[in-house]
């Protein structure tokens, strides 16, 4: 899969998928619990990619890309439940991450 989607599209494809259905948006308390269960699984996978925990032989193996994914399907599940845009979102995030963060580490030298 080669196509670069905008975070809008994501939020637009996301968003046409869960409108098709009665159920409609979790509740933000459930999509906490959905969040939550999904950063668990891409956490167990790391621990099996790279920490001391390998799989159980009965276990399938799950690509932390597909882990991910799934993560950042339920984040834009979420966004669009309170009705956020993920771009403004990052925007901000990344403004405050900037100008908080920009002098914390050791720069790499500019070789030009």
């Known amino acids: 899969m080669s196509h670069s989607n905008t975070t809008q599209e994501m939020q637009d494809r996301v968003h046409k ?6 159920e409609g948006y979790f509740s933000p308390l459930t999509m906490m619990a959905r969040l939550t269960e999904e950063l668990g ?3 167990r996978e790391v621990n099996h990619v790279y920490g001391e925990k390998p799989k159980k032989s009965s276990e399938a193996d799950k690509a932390l890309e597909e882990e991910l994914g799934d993560l950042l399907f339920v ?5 669009n439940s309170l009705d956020i845009d993920i771009n403004d979102a990052f925007e901000q995030s990344m403004s405050k991450i900037e100008t908080r963060d920009q002098n914390r580490w050791t720069k790499k030298e500019n070789k030009s």
Do not use: C, K, P, V
């Open 17 to 22: 998928f869960i409108s098709q259905f009665e």
């Open 75 to 79: 984040i834009m599940t979420f966004a």
């Open 41 to 43: 699984e891409l956490s």
